[in-house]
């Protein structure tokens, strides 16, 4: 049966959450770094959840899941634990213990293809929780939000999980985010002119490199060296140091600076392990350099697929041009279209 033959619902609870570009500092907000600095960007497409809201007694199944991108419905048993099928909504789903007294279809979807590790995971369970938990009394903050959904990918996954996705997926906008003690943090939102913020969203370029990204034994073996050397690892400071030049950059609105935070966060991530740096992003980045391109950054934690964001310079020919001899040199390159979000995880009825 499909949601559209449900009849109708007592209530429609709608949430989305923007996704993350530009993560400068990334891999400083893990528990082996112990304490970081991360600058990031929210960005839409966001993600989009809605539940639909029933009286439980009318309904064979209490919960309901479409993962609308996969085209994948099926029941959800609260207390089963044996999360195999869409594990990080299944847990997130257990972890707000959904009232008895109502039954849920729960609809989540991303226009963002799956492993563009642009935080996508992140926002979508930011976006899950701040909709679910607007069946309880209570009502979360952005900051328990963001926590929550950490909490569900490291306590009930036992997942590898920085901070920075859930925390820009939950306030949006540009961050500045100090990790003083893991997971502890605090945001601090660079707020820059209009004219500053519509001409960084006019530079950035946003591009797939046209296979999920997903972690693998390069990032094990980056953990294990970097949990061995400590948080005074070298590439760490580095990249810390590149969140705040970012910052900074932003600020006064010097493109040329905020384009060379990026390339040197690249470059620190590459320190980190070679592998960090596809050939697939060194093609890319390769072409955009010739192509005008001011700033690169591997999304992420970097390995193979993903993504890259790209600074482009002052003229909006150049940047179209940049980005069809990009798509040209590789047809699995594909341009996404992006915009600043001013907003963070908003819910509505």
């Excluded at 976006?127 to 952005?142: C, H, S, Y």
């Excluded at 950035?204 to 690892?233: C, P, T, Y």
Aim: net charge negative; with cysteine; proline share 5%.
């Amino acid at each position: 049966m499909s949601i559209e033959q449900l009849g109708s619902p007592k209530c429609v609870i709608n949430s989305v959450a923007p996704i993350r570009i530009c993560d400068n500092g990334g891999w400083t907000d893990t528990w082996f770094s112990g304490y970081g600095e991360i600058f990031n960007i929210g960005v839409y497409p966001y993600v989009e959840v809605q539940i639909k809201v029933y009286p439980v007694k009318d309904h064979e199944h209490r919960i309901m899941l479409y993962a609308e991108n996969y085209g994948d419905m099926y029941p959800i048993v609260p207390g089963h634990t044996e999360w195999d099928r869409h594990p990080l909504l299944e847990a997130a789903i257990e972890y707000m213990h959904v009232p008895d007294n109502v039954a849920l279809h729960i609809n989540v979807y991303s226009e963002v293809p799956a492993g563009c590790s642009t935080g996508t995971s992140a926002a979508i369970t930011v976006a899950l929780i701040g909709a679910l938990d607007r069946l309880t009394p209570g009502t979360m903050t952005p900051h328990q939000v963001a926590y929550a959904a950490h909490r569900v990918e490291t306590e009930l996954l036992h997942l590898q999980s920085g901070i920075q996705d859930q925390l820009c997926a939950a306030y949006g906008g540009i961050n500045f985010i100090e990790m003083f003690e893991y997971p502890h943090a605090t945001v601090s939102q660079v707020f820059i002119p209009n004219s500053a913020w519509l001409e960084l969203e006019r530079r950035l370029v946003l591009f797939f490199l046209g296979k999920a990204h997903q972690s693998s034994a390069v990032h094990e073996q980056v953990i294990k060296r970097l949990e061995a050397d400590g948080a005074d690892h070298s590439a760490l400071a580095k990249l810390r140091k590149t969140a705040e030049m970012a910052r900074d950059a932003a600020y006064v609105g010097d493109w040329q600076a905020f384009g060379r935070s990026m390339i040197a966060n690249t470059d620190a991530q590459g320190e980190l392990h070679p592998a960090l740096i596809s050939a697939d992003a060194h093609q890319l980045i390769d072409v955009a350099k010739k192509n005008g391109a001011i700033g690169w950054k591997v999304n992420g934690a970097g390995g193979d697929g993903g993504s890259i964001t790209l600074l482009c310079g002052p003229t909006s020919s150049e940047k179209r041009q940049m980005i069809r001899a990009i798509e040209e040199a590789n047809p699995l390159f594909k341009s996404l279209p992006i915009y600043l979000s001013r907003f963070g995880l908003r819910v509505w009825e």
